[in-house]
């Protein structure tokens, strides 16, 4: 791809003497992770939790999203179709079939999964541009369906979700203990999500976006390989949606609209596109400038609009990327 | 028989109807192909451009009580130097980095519009009244009634869309844009401003939404979010169409309008959905669109 | 005005948000003095309910606070303002955090079905009190009811009651329906046309129409036309409304004698459509400025209201539901009212009301507050006298038949 590929956009090109210690993370990001895992523990004996779990869903979405820009260089501007269908079906079988929570959530990331696949299998018949605008479309697609069919509730949505009992044994009522399911779903997926990208199926999908012709030359389906890579980022953001379900106990149609796709746009642009940890940090700036912004209405859209408009022109690499280039080192 | 007969009678008027809508779509997808064209950006603020020329007319009209007729030239020609400002401050930056980035920074832009006019306006609608003289244009057929400004909005948008096809495709300074498309280095080199004609590229492009704007904001209530009802429908039509042609975004725009019309006699209920239903199909059958190359 | 409002929110934005994210320990911001009555009003300040809600209603709660008297007794009270954007997942973070960290007793208004069925949850999960104001979703007071929950202005069943049956009975025999294709738009429908069909009325047809996202309604509108219907139902709301209204007029379908009735259209949506294009049209109401004596004298002292705007019928509920609250706190103490919001409710529906917006009336068991409802038609320009001068009245539809009957209402606190 050429250059200034917004795939690429921080290379912060590692020293060789970063060798992959543990579990696929060089050793700066080891030290990363271990700060965010000491930050997901401790922040909850200090910060609301409530809004502690919608960082983190949010976070696993951007997190589920930068795995098809960040490693297949594919913009998806209709991820908000796999989050707000998985938010949907995991509070439905939760409320309607009453199912214990863990069941819910799987429900929820099979269905992101399953919708992936006849979209990814449209939408990877083109790249670029005309990607985006076509998943874009589709995503819209599934928005309307959610307006008129029966089991979303409409423009209700689904309300007063049950987070019952993990395994059946584990009450969830509480925001407390709801919280380190969530930080254990985000953290499970954080980790799946790197162990990809550095498996060898990882290693294809990076030499696809960096040159497709050639990966197709040396024998790669290269179309199978993109269709799986975005089976996986739609069911993983099915898996944020379900958990997101539980956590704020509604699943409406706001999760499905195409504004949520272009915020989780804006949440791995803010932090850093093909970062691993960009994703985090973006999800956290948007979502707490949310929540200090909330009171002040349509403002939020102007500056949100800036943001976009200010990551664009002047810090591409975005947080992590922009740190990690400071560091001389990839997060 | 005479059920078809009368299914067609029926189907008639909302032909028209159609066709009308589709000149919408068309002016849009055009400005959007021409955009494309040359600067290989897809203008996600086309929609909040559109927008914004509906809203210029408007307070032409109530501040500065500028009538329907000049705000017809003025508001695209106010808009589109807004878009020239953004081009030159803004998505200039961004030619040699690859293209999503220009449709990031667009879809900010839109937000900032949507934002700035919801805030001044709020989200109501403001109401634009259309010009009485258009009473005379005013068809009666039957049963079916056709106001004459809608007759003059067919009109008005064939004719500009007819213009712009003949200006690119007819004309030098179409020639010097089609080339520049192709060879921008080459093209430079013979001594032709290429960045000054993207500039103006952009800046047409932005004011065919404008010109769009002023059409609708008798029709439809002028409100902040009028645009982004449109965009993505457009979007799909640009994609069936593919951006090879210029031509191509045209008729595929006035085409989409009429079968959304017949839709709506028929299947009111899948009105909307069934542009994206034709996305998929163009898709399966034509990756590159109807009208693209691949 | 601008300036006015933001330092309103800027007061709401420190208050509700400061201690969530400044890493203070969350708990410790309930420590609140016992004898502040907190009030929140929570709605739609940038969107399409603004004008019928907004910072309308936070200047009519405030009314409601100085002519209740309570500061005399000793009682603070402090009001408090936020946008929930239209959006529940905005709405219910807001109420969580009123109530977790704010300490606000009361939530009001709350237009949009969806915000408003999810803060009932919450209130009630906390134990607090909501005063329903601007949501149109009779499910309030139906399957969704709650001990916690007061709906106040108006709902579904009322639109459609006034509406349809009122409508029915002042000679629109025959109907067609423009129905937005969701949930909220088929629902009035179908009330509707129960209401048409009881008063001796025939539905002839109808259209569904895409949603959201359809902006050109003229097609619907002539197959409306060719049924020959007396009467064309907008079942739709917001935007849609707005659109088929103006291309009604546009269209010139009224000519024929035919009519339209808005099922969901405020004051506020007249005034910014024009007479010229909204007269004729027919909608129900339960508070109009201009009403009688009463009601033109609550306007007069709620004086310059936010945006040049007369007050819409949900903000006048933002002042009556706040009032008659308040009344209850005088009688039964801070310190009750502010333990249970379930107690809170119970003494209101004890009281009967009265206020010069609303006049005399009651509020029921599962909730619902009683009183009549107006049919009004949209006046012609050269009926109009003056400034807001929109409605001519109808019909009246007294308290006892504006509401669904107890006796039909699915709310299981009343079948218990």
Redesign the interface.
């Known amino acids: 791809m050429a250059e200034g590929s917004i795939a690429t956009a921080s290379p912060g090109a590692p020293p060789a003497t970063d060798e992959a210690t543990f579990f696929g993370f060089t050793r700066p990001q080891a030290a990363a992770f271990l700060a965010l895992v000491v930050i997901v523990l401790a922040s909850p004996f200090v910060v609301y939790p409530f809004f502690l779990m919608k960082l983190l869903c949010f976070a696993l979405f951007a997190c589920a999203f930068n795995l098809l820009i960040g490693y297949v260089g594919l913009l998806s501007f209709g991820h908000a179709a796999y989050f707000g269908m998985g938010a949907y079906v995991s509070g439905y079988a939760a409320k309607a079939w009453g199912v214990t929570p863990e069941v819910a959530i799987l429900l929820g990331a099979a269905t992101g999964a399953l919708l992936g696949i006849p979209f990814g299998w449209l939408a990877i018949r083109r790249t670029g541009i005309y990607f985006a605008m076509i998943t874009l479309a589709l995503a819209q697609m599934v928005y309307f369906f959610c307006v008129q069919a029966p089991f979303t509730g409409g423009e209700d949505g689904i309300q007063a979700i049950p987070r019952g009992h993990l395994f059946g044994i584990f009450d969830l009522s509480s925001d407390f203990a709801m919280y380190w399911v969530v930080a254990g779903v985000f953290l499970g997926g954080f980790l799946l999500i790197h162990r990809v990208v550095h498996s060898p199926f990882g290693q294809v999908l990076k030499a696809i976006r960096d040159n497709e012709p050639r990966a197709i030359s040396l024998g790669y389906r290269t179309d199978d390989y993109k269709l799986m890579a975005f089976v996986l980022s739609a069911g993983l953001a099915g898996l944020a949606g379900a958990v997101k379900a539980l956590a704020m106990r509604i699943a409406t149609l706001t999760d499905v609209l195409w504004t949520m796709s272009g915020e989780v746009v804006l949440m791995s642009l803010v932090g850093g596109l093909g970062t691993i940890f960009g994703p985090v940090a973006g999800a956290a700036a948007i979502v707490t400038m949310q929540t200090y912004l909330a009171e002040f209405g349509a403002w939020v859209l102007v500056i949100q609009g800036v943001i976009f408009i200010a990551a664009v022109l002047a810090f591409r690499r975005g947080i992590v990327g922009e740190i990690g280039n400071l560091l001389r080192v990839k997060l | 028989m005479e059920d078809l007969l009368f299914e067609i009678q029926l189907a008639l008027p909302q032909v028209i109807l159609g066709v009308i809508n589709g000149a919408f779509y068309a002016l849009l997808s055009l400005g959007l192909a021409v955009i494309f064209g040359m600067l290989n950006v897809i203008n996600f603020a086309h929609g909040a451009q559109f927008t914004l020329g509906a809203f210029v007319a408007w307070m032409l009209l109530s501040w500065l009580g500028i009538g329907y007729w000049p705000a017809l030239i003025l508001a695209p020609l106010i808009v589109g130097a807004i878009g020239v400002a953004m081009e030159r401050a803004m998505i200039s930056r961004l030619y040699r980095i690859d293209h999503l980035y220009g449709l990031l920074l667009t879809f900010g832009c839109a937000l900032v519009i949507e934002g700035v006019l919801r805030n001044n306006f709020g989200s109501s609608g403001q109401r634009y009244a259309p010009p009485r003289e258009f009473g005379a244009l005013d068809l009666e057929l039957g049963d079916f009634f056709l106001p004459g400004y809608r007759v003059w909005v067919l009109i008005a948008a064939t004719t500009v869309c007819l213009a712009t096809w003949l200006v690119i495709e007819k004309t030098k300074v179409g020639s010097y844009l089609r080339a520049a498309t192709e060879r921008p280095q080459l093209v430079q080199a013979f001594g032709i401003n290429v960045p000054l004609m993207m500039t103006l590229t952009y800046g047409a492009g932005v004011a065919l939404a404008a010109f769009a704007g002023v059409l609708a904001a008798p029709i439809y209530s002028v409100s902040p979010a009028m645009g982004a009802n449109f965009i993505i429908t457009v979007f799909a039509v640009v994609v069936i169409g593919g951006m090879g042609s210029i031509a191509g975004s045209i008729v595929t725009g006035f085409m989409l309008g009429l079968i959304q019309g017949i839709t709506e006699v028929f299947w009111p209920e899948a009105s909307q959905t069934v542009v994206f239903v034709i996305m998929a199909i163009v898709l399966l059958t034509r990756p590159a669109g109807l009208f693209g190359r691949a | 005005m601008s300036l006015d409002r933001r330092s309103v929110?800027k007061g709401?934005?420190g208050a509700?948000?400061l201690?969530?994210?400044g890493?203070l320990?969350?708990r410790s911001a309930r420590a609140q003095a016992a004898n502040t009555i907190r009030i929140g009003v929570l709605n739609d300040?940038?969107?399409?309910y603004?004008?019928i809600s907004g910072p309308g209603s936070t200047h009519a709660v405030q009314m409601a606070v100085r002519e209740s008297g309570i500061t005399q007794r000793g009682i603070n009270v402090e009001v408090v303002?936020?946008?929930h954007?239209n959006?529940?997942?905005?709405g219910?973070?807001?109420a969580?955090?009123w109530y977790?960290?704010n300490g606000i007793d009361v939530i009001v208004d709350v237009p949009t079905?969806?915000v408003a069925?999810?803060v009932s949850?919450i209130t009630r999960e906390k134990n607090k009190l909501f005063i329903n104001s601007g949501a149109a979703?009779s499910?309030l007071t139906g399957p969704?009811c709650s001990p916690n929950t007061i709906h106040w202005t108006y709902d579904t069943y009322m639109l459609g009651k006034g509406t349809g049956g009122a409508m029915v009975a002042a000679g629109g025999r025959t109907w067609f329906f423009i129905t937005a294709?969701?949930?909220?738009g088929h629902a009035l429908e179908r009330d509707t046309t129960a209401f048409v069909n009881a008063a001796g009325g025939r539905v002839l047809g109808g259209?569904?129409?895409?949603?959201?996202?359809?902006?050109?309604f003229?097609?619907?509108l002539?197959?409306a036309?060719?049924s020959r219907a007396n009467v064309i139902g907008l079942a739709n709301a917001g935007?849609d409304t707005?659109?088929s209204i103006?291309?009604a007029a546009?269209?010139?379908i009224t000519r024929g004698g035919t009519k339209l009735a808005g099922l969901l259209v405020f004051v506020?949506?007249v005034h910014?459509?024009?007479l010229?294009?909204a007269q004729g049209l027919v909608v129900t109401e339960s508070f109009y400025w201009d009403l009688n004596d009463r009601t033109r004298a609550f306007t007069q002292r709620l004086g310059q209201m936010p945006?040049n705007l007369r007050p819409s019928m949900v903000q006048a509920g933002c002042y009556s539901g706040v009032l008659h609250y308040l009344k209850a706190v005088a009688e039964m103490g801070v310190a009750a009212a502010k333990a249970s919001g379930a107690e809170a409710a119970t003494r209101m529906k004890a009281m009967p009301t009265s206020d010069d917006a609303f006049g005399e009336g009651t509020i029921r068991a599962d909730g619902r507050k009683i009183h009549p409802a107006y049919l009004f038609e949209v006046k012609t320009p050269a009926e109009s006298r003056g400034a807001w001068d929109y409605y001519k009245l109808i019909s009246t539809i007294p308290a006892n038949e504006a509401f669904r009957p107890l006796t039909e209402a699915a709310c299981p606190l009343v079948r218990s």
């Open positions: 929110i709401a934005l509700a948000t201690p969530a994210l890493g320990p969350y300040q940038s969107g399409l603004r004008d303002q936020a946008d954007q959006r529940p997942d905005v219910s973070t807001v969580r955090q977790d960290q079905s969806s069925l999810a949850t979703t499910d969704a294709d969701y949930a909220f259209v569904r129409t895409p949603f959201p996202g359809t902006t050109d003229s097609s619907f002539q197959q036309q060719r935007g707005i659109n103006k291309q546009e269209f010139r506020t949506d910014s459509l024009g010229e294009v945006g």
